[in-house]
Nanobody, 125 residues
Framework: QVQLVESGGGLVQAGGSLTLSCAAS????????LGWFRQAPGKKREFVGA????????AYADSVKGRFTITRDNAKNTVYVQMNNLNVGYTAVYYC??????????????????WGHGTQVTVSS
């Protein structure tokens, strides 16, 4: 079965950096784009970014462009998001997700069929 397990969350000071990982299993990893989403308290889950299966195409939310970079290691079935220059507005639970359809790069949560349990990122001022 498809499994996605995030790690790397924690407490970081404003201006700091953090890298999250998502280890995947149960499917042909390089056939699928992987996406990152976040959900802050009281807010809807929102798209952060996504990276294609081969790593050549990406999409990012405007709010994270220039701050976040998504990479993947297909040999390790793992996708990462490096987050730089964080501020308190980035405090949220971060989720990785896999789309329902292979070879699909999308920002729409409804296109994602599998989700990890999330990892908490807290940015202190």
């Amino acid at each position: 079965q498809v499994q996605l397990v995030e790690s790397g969350g924690g407490l970081v000071q404003a201006g700091g950096s953090l890298t999250l990982s998502c280890a995947a299993s149960g499917f042909t990893f390089n056939n699928y784009a992987l996406g990152w989403f976040r959900q802050a308290p009281g807010k809807k889950r929102e798209f952060v970014g996504a990276l294609s299966g081969g790593g050549s195409s990406s999409a990012y939310a405007d709010s994270v462009k220039g701050r976040f970079t998504i990479t993947r290691d297909n040999a390790k079935n793992t996708v990462y998001v490096q987050m730089n220059n964080l501020n308190v507005g980035y405090t949220a639970v971060y989720y990785c997700a896999r789309p329902r359809v292979a070879y699909t790069l999308t920002s729409s949560p409804s296109e994602y069929a599998y989700w990890g349990h999330g990892t908490q990122v807290t940015v202190s001022s």
